[in-house]
T-cell receptor
């Protein structure tokens, strides 16, 4: 049972345009969400996070939106740069009760120069 | 550099064998997490240790075991290896037991032939 889903395995975007990566989840107990970026031959690195009490968090070119009613979050990268080309994982956490930390399957973003 | 180290970087072994993967967390971090990433799969959570004690178990096979030592480094032991165990194994650390942001090591690539 995949509780966190990234339905697009890959995405190509032109440099300077917006990249939108999507993530859906099924468990309403998740109360914190994160995005990680992964380059080849490296471990994932933390990018941005959002608490379930918010619907938006911004950090420079990166913005995460959370729609709790739709159980959907998205990562917007504006403007996209070639160095953003990587695999992006969303992760969801339940911090109360049994601690769970669940990753999606990842979306490979390619930013074309 | 996340500050998390993993050894070895690569490991090639035969079916039926046993291997040990080692992880040193960031200085001061008490939690260690182990993940498995198979080809085209997301990160599958295996196990979480906090300050020497097992905190949570994920999809970890009975053939696999882990421990965290008093100096906080951790080892993941994989035994009776099968071809399907070939994967990237990541270790991550965080400061506390319920931290949101995790810092990942570069991974150990295990190939079972």
């Amino acid at each position: 049972d995949q509780q966190v889903k990234q339905n697009s395995p890959s995405l190509s975007v032109q440099e300077g345009r917006i990249s939108i990566l999507n993530c859906d989840y099924t468990n309403s107990m998740f109360d914190y969400f994160l995005w990680y970026k992964k380059y080849p031959a490296e471990g994932p690195t933390f990018l941005i996070s959002i608490s379930s009490i918010k619907d938006k968090n911004e950090d420079g070119r990166f913005t995460v939106f959370l729609n709790k009613s739709a159980k959907h979050l998205s990562l917007h990268i504006v403007p996209s740069q070639p160095g953003d080309s990587a695999v992006y994982f969303c992760a969801a956490i339940t911090s109360s009760g049994t601690y769970k930390y669940i990753f999606g399957t990842g979306t490979r973003l390619k930013v074309l120069a | 550099d996340s500050g998390v180290t993993q050894t070895p970087k690569h490991l090639i072994t035969a079916t039926g064998q046993r291997v040990t993967l080692r992880c040193s967390p960031r200085s001061g971090d008490l939690s260690v997490y182990w993940y498995q990433q198979s080809l085209d799969q997301g990160l599958q959570f295996l196990i979480h240790y906090y300050n020497g004690e097992e905190r949570a178990k994920g999809n970890i096979l009975e053939r696999f075991s882990a421990q965290q030592f008093p100096d906080l480094h951790s080892e993941l032991n994989l035994s009776s290896l099968e071809l399907g165990d070939s994967a990237l194994y990541f270790c991550a650390s965080s400061a506390t037991g319920n931290s949101y942001e995790q810092y990942f090591g570069p991974g150990t690539r295990l190939t079972v032939t």
